[in-house]
């Protein structure tokens, strides 16, 4: 896997981005060399040892699962 410069990198994860196997909302963004996949905290554990040996790049962002939320700043 390879450090994302600026140009290559992905916008943050949303809740309208879903789990390509489940449809559960999306928490890691797996980049291959032919596009990419998304998956929810569960799946991405589940498929990790399997991405990491053909992904160019993995974002995690399953630590926000046990973040606590921000305030609203209005």
């Keep these: ?7 290559q990198a992905t ?4 809740a309208a981005d879903r789990c390509d196997a489940c ?5 890691v963004r ?4 032919s596009g990419e996949l998304l998956f ?9 040892e399997a991405l990491g040996q053909v992904a160019t ?3 995690d962002e399953s630590d926000r699962l046990f973040s606590e939320p ?5």
């Design 1 to 7: 896997m390879s450090v994302l410069t600026a140009d």
């Design 11 to 14: 916008p943050e994860l949303t």
């Design 23 to 27: 449809g559960a909302q999306a928490y």
């Design 30 to 33: 797996v980049l291959l060399p």
């Design 40 to 48: 929810c905290a569960h799946h991405g554990r589940k498929h990790a």
């Design 57 to 59: 790049h993995i974002h």
């Design 70 to 74: 921000q305030a609203d700043q209005r």
